[in-house]
């Protein structure tokens, strides 16, 4: 029986990169003009947009090579770090089209960042030996 994570992190990984597509055409065909007049709003939509590829590549990433672990607190740290890398997707998706990108506070996009650096340790934490 295959490992459900991996299935939803493959499925979860290949959605972020079709995302990443589509909102470059958006950004290309819709709010072009708006990227051109100021370069805060180009940056920080720039910004989400390199945001959602990574969070895409960290998902497949880890949907290639996760194994369920043995012991059931390391089993219990990839849960959580699973469940924590998907709430990081939602809020890349939500910042790149509802946060503010006139200021420099930017609230979601870095507790999307803080949320995939914490699933990603907690994924690390959950392999067995790291001598290996």
């Not at 949907?63 to 990839?78: D, H, K, L, P, T």
């Not at 503010?100 to 994924?123: F, N, W």
Request: proline share 2%.
């Amino acid at each position: 029986m295959k490992f459900l994570p991996r299935k939803i992190h493959l499925a979860v990984g290949w959605l972020c990169v079709l995302a990443f597509v589509l909102t470059g055409q958006y950004m290309r065909h819709t709010i072009h003009p708006l990227l051109e007049t100021s370069d805060r709003f180009r940056f920080s939509i720039r910004g989400n947009h390199v945001y959602l590829l990574l969070i895409g590549l960290l998902h497949l990433c880890l949907g290639a090579y996760i194994q369920r672990s043995v012991e059931r607190n390391r089993a219990r740290w990839q849960t959580l770090g699973s469940t924590l890398l998907c709430l990081s997707t939602c809020l890349v998706i939500t910042a790149f089209f509802w946060e503010s990108k006139e200021t420099l506070d930017r609230p979601v996009t870095l507790a999307a960042m803080i949320s995939a650096t914490a699933g990603t340790g907690l994924h690390l934490l959950a392999v067995r030996n790291l001598k290996d």
